[in-house]
């Protein structure tokens, strides 16, 4: 049974800081690997989708690695801003996903 | 494009109350999934249908009951509700292949009292 695992649950950095989430992952036969932002009370927007054949993807100030053969995967946000506090969530697996419980992110002005 | 709609936004039951949470997708999407959020307890998979005209059980099926009406709508339904089930839900739904990944809708929140 796939089993996701996010560290650290909280992470406060002051603004400017360049800084990595982690995710790991039991079952390296997973599809795809996605990352989600989600603000307070709101809906799980997607950041960055890894196909099981990638190794990274890029978006902005948003770099994303999937390695399967460790199962593990980073979220490395560039130049961190207060506009980027928010919970990271990563998920993955074949036809249906698994989420870990996420990493509660707050960039200090 | 609206994406994922969900309705109601918010609800307020009382035990042993019943209802339906509706979720509808524009985006020809093939699956669709329900998830309930809890602190602490992170997305758990409720029910998932893999294609039109089937639904399979997740990870917390019990007290919940769903039906996938067409390729665009698949519902909840909540026969009988319970404290417990006080959660935020979110449905969401994919391409049904391996490449591109889920989209979600805004979510219910919804409290038993």
């Known amino acids: 049974k796939q089993e996701v695992t996010q560290i650290p649950a909280a992470l406060s950095v002051p603004e400017g800081e360049n800084l990595v989430l982690n995710c790991s992952f039991t079952?390296?036969?997973?599809?795809?690997l996605q990352w989600f932002r989600q603000d307070p009370g709101k809906g799980l927007t997607s950041l960055l989708l890894?196909?099981?054949?990638?190794r990274e993807q890029t978006s902005g100030r948003l770099n994303a690695s999937l390695d399967k053969s460790s199962g593990r995967s980073t979220l490395y946000i560039a130049a961190s801003q207060p506009g980027d506090s928010a919970t990271y969530l990563c998920?993955?697996?074949?036809?249906?996903?698994?989420f870990g419980t996420g990493t509660r992110l707050k960039v200090l002005a | 494009n609206a994406g994922v709609t969900q309705t109601p936004k918010f609800q307020v039951l009382k035990t042993g109350q019943s209802m339906t949470l509706q979720c509808a997708q524009d985006?020809?999407?093939?699956?669709m999934y329900w998830y309930r959020q809890d602190p602490g307890m992170g997305l758990r998979l409720i029910y998932y249908?893999?294609?039109?005209?089937?639904?399979d059980k997740g990870e917390v099926p019990n007290g919940y009951n769903v039906s996938r009406l067409n390729k665009r709508e698949f519902s909840l339904r909540l026969e009988s509700a319970a404290p417990s089930q006080t959660s935020v839900y979110f449905c969401?739904?994919?391409?049904?292949?391996?490449?591109?990944?889920?989209?979600f809708g805004s979510g219910t929140r919804l409290t038993v009292v």
């Open positions: 969401a739904s994919s391409e049904g292949d391996r490449v591109y990944g889920y989209t």
């Open positions: 998920a993955s697996g074949t036809y249906k996903y698994i």
């Open positions: 985006m020809n999407h093939n699956s």
């Open positions: 249908s893999a294609s039109e005209g089937t639904t």
């Open positions: 079952d390296s036969a997973i599809y795809n």
């Open positions: 890894i196909q099981s054949s990638q």
